[in-house]
């Protein structure tokens, strides 16, 4: 568990939004158009105070204007023209659209927009993935491809702290080939970001099937109104609540507790303690 002053701490966040080998902030995934449309969300568990943007194109880290949005305005959510006019209010660092776009998302766009289809961060077409820039040796392979094939995943972090009060953030720059204009479930309260006085969840994976099944919700429903523990909670969710859709799911308890699941081929995670324990993990 982490000590209290490190709750809703955003730095880890914008660490993961500041390097490009993740889909979020700077290499995040393109639009149909080229561009980058991000989103992110964060939600305080104690008193379920949240705050959730979308559709940005200048904000260099996505996760400090959502908690702007929680803790400077009246609102939680705030999207588009509307988030970006706030973040210059608030003095936000500002960059330029392009600061956001890697040679190897415009590879991955390009590999995308040849297979008429949209990339997920566990899914690729089986053919064409030579053309794309990012397709280089790897010493990891999944489904028989270079790991570094695959659209990056989206960004979350769930702390408890050692009054087992519960946070959740999450950033992304979406789907890969998406339509522009098109919302995800990270910045949705409920689907893929959740806080409360049981749990904090962050979600990944694909957005409409997130949110039809508000995944990250569901979890502490399950926990309140079943009596599960944090990790059956998360297996149920995962297997009862996806339908076809693919997804996964980090998780902390106000126990401390910490959980995982995910339904597709591997989901990319790390856990830390203040006691000095880490680990991470791919595959099941």
Not at 55 to 73: E, H, Q
Not at 86 to 93: D, I, K, L, S, T
Not at 196 to 221: N, W
């Amino acid at each position: 568990m982490l000590p209290p002053s490190t709750l809703l701490n955003l730095s880890y966040v914008r660490e993961l939004e500041t390097d490009p080998v993740f889909n979020s902030g700077r290499g995040s995934a393109l639009t149909e158009k080229g561009t980058v449309e991000m989103e992110a969300s964060i939600m305080d568990g104690t008193k379920r105070r949240c705050g959730a943007v979308s559709g940005l194109t200048t904000v260099k880290n996505p996760i400090s204007l959502a908690r702007l949005v929680m803790d400077k305005s009246p609102h939680s959510y705030l999207a588009f023209s509307g988030a970006e006019d706030f973040a210059r209010q608030q003095g936000v660092e500002l960059v330029e659209n392009e600061y956001f776009i890697t040679p190897e998302n415009v590879g991955m766009l390009k590999l995308a927009k040849e297979a008429n289809t949209i990339l997920f961060d566990y899914r690729i077409p089986t053919s064409g993935y030579d053309t794309c820039s990012a397709a280089i040796e790897s010493p990891l392979v999944m489904n028989g491809l270079p790991i570094n094939v695959y659209a990056p995943e989206t960004v979350g972090c769930v702390v408890v702290d050692l009054e087992g009060r519960c946070a959740a953030a999450t950033s992304t720059g979406g789907l890969m080939n998406k339509m522009t204009g098109r919302i995800g479930d990270s910045p949705m309260i409920g689907a893929g970001t959740y806080a409360c006085e049981v749990c904090g969840v962050s979600c990944t994976g694909e957005g409409e099937a997130i949110i039809r099944g508000t995944l990250a919700r569901e979890v502490a429903a399950v926990m309140e109104y079943k009596g599960l523990g944090l990790q059956d909670a998360v297996d149920f969710v995962i297997k009862n609540r996806l339908d076809e859709g693919f997804a996964g799911l980090i998780a902390v308890s106000n126990k401390g507790e910490v959980a995982y699941g995910f339904n597709c081929n591997g989901m990319f995670r790390g856990c830390a303690s203040e006691d000095g324990f880490m680990e991470v993990g791919i595959w099941e």
